[in-house]
């Protein structure tokens, strides 16, 4: 049972673009959702996050937008650059588990 | 403050040899976690730890042993190693269990 679900296993943006990346989630006792980014040979490193009291936080150029009643939060990348290309996961928190996405490669073209 | 350290980066292995990943956290983070990435699956959780002395069970279990005697160190066990163990593995440690969590870099496996 997939209670994370990222179902664009890939995603490919012209840089300066936006890219936007989504991210279903089935469990309604989830409360927290993040988003992390990896690089080839390094760990996941946190991007950002997002309260289920909020629809929306930013930083810089990203922002996360959460729907609960769709289940479905999206990460937004403003302008994109070619540094941005990396796989990225989403997870959702809550009753004390982490679970993770199966993650979406993003790659940014120059 | 290194964060989440992880030894050795790279280990390659023969069928049926064991051996033991290291990882330590400077953080005093309670939660600690091992996970592995396989394509197209995602990070799956090994074995998790909510605090010295206290571990459990997560998704893929089977084949890994773990102990957790201090806060800081969270070793990750392979009694005796199979080629489906053939991995990237993750370790990671946050303030509590479903809190924001950080990523050692990780240890290529290869078993033969």
């Known amino acids: 049972d997939q209670q994370v679900k990222q179902n664009s296993p890939s995603l490919s943006v012209q840089e300066g673009r936006i890219s936007i990346l989504n991210c279903d989630y089935t469990n309604s006792m989830f409360d927290y959702f993040l988003w992390y980014k990896k690089y080839p040979a390094e760990g996941p490193t946190f991007l950002i996050s997002?309260?289920?009291?909020?629809d929306k936080n930013e930083d810089g150029r990203f922002t996360v937008f959460l729907n609960k009643s769709a289940k479905h939060l999206s990460l937004h990348i403003v302008p994109s650059q070619p540094g941005d290309s990396a796989v990225y996961f989403c997870a959702a928190s809550g009753s004390e588990k982490l679970v993770f996405g199966k993650g979406t490669k993003l790659t940014v073209n120059p | 403050n290194a964060g989440v350290t992880q030894t050795p980066k790279f280990q390659v292995l023969k069928t049926g040899q064991s051996m033991t990943l290291q990882c330590a956290q400077d953080?005093?983070?309670?939660?600690m976690s091992w996970y592995r990435q396989d394509p197209g699956m995602g990070l799956r959780l090994i074995h998790y730890?909510?605090?010295?002395?206290?571990?459990d069970q997560g998704e893929v279990p089977n084949g890994y042993n773990v102990s957790r005697s201090t806060t800081e160190d969270f070793p990750l066990r392979l009694l005796s190693a199979a080629p489906s163990q053939t991995s990237v593995y993750f370790c990671?440690?946050?303030?509590?269990?479903?809190?924001?969590?950080?990523f050692g870099p990780g240890t290529r496996l290869l078993v033969l």
């Open positions: 997002i309260s289920s009291i909020k």
């Open positions: 730890s909510v605090g010295a002395g206290i571990t």
């Open positions: 953080m005093n983070h309670e939660y």
């Open positions: 990671a440690s946050s303030y509590y269990r479903g809190g924001t969590q950080y």
